[in-house]
């Protein structure tokens, strides 16, 4: 069994930086980050294959986000630079892809933490 729990979501300003963590336990395999605005769908942002650590970003995101993991502390972070009011959302983390490809789809991964909300607002 697979546990995931998010942290560090808060409110920036536009143009500011934040790090988002989950702890988890249990084996992972590959992980990655989501995002959800009430009313959408849940929108995959990075992804980081294991053990290789290659990683893989939305669009909308690249260049600015960065997913990382230690594997020691088994902690997955996710470094946010350059904040935009649309990266306002719940972010989750995910964990073990149950087929290759769809690096980002939500319907590929088994596990999945609570969700920790980033509001950027001036």
């Known amino acids: 069994q697979v546990r995931l729990l998010e942290s560090g979501g808060t409110s920036v300003q536009p143009g500011g930086s934040l790090r988002l963590s989950c702890v988890a336990s249990?084996?992972?395999?590959?992980m990655a980050w989501f995002r959800q605005v009430p009313g959408q769908e849940r929108e995959g942002v990075a992804h980081i294959h294991m053990p290789a650590r290659t990683t893989y970003y939305a669009d909308s995101v690249k260049g600015r986000f960065t997913i990382s993991k230690d594997s020691a502390e088994n902690i997955l972070y996710l470094d946010m630079d350059n904040l935009k009011l649309e990266d306002t959302a719940v972010y989750y983390c995910?964990?073990?892809?149950?087929?290759?490809?769809?690096?980002?789809?939500?319907?590929?991964?088994?596990?999945w933490g609570q969700g920790t909300q980033v509001t950027v607002a001036s």
């Open positions: 995910a964990a073990w892809r149950l087929r290759s490809g769809e690096r980002l789809s939500s319907s590929n991964y088994e596990y």
């Open positions: 249990g084996n992972t395999g590959d």
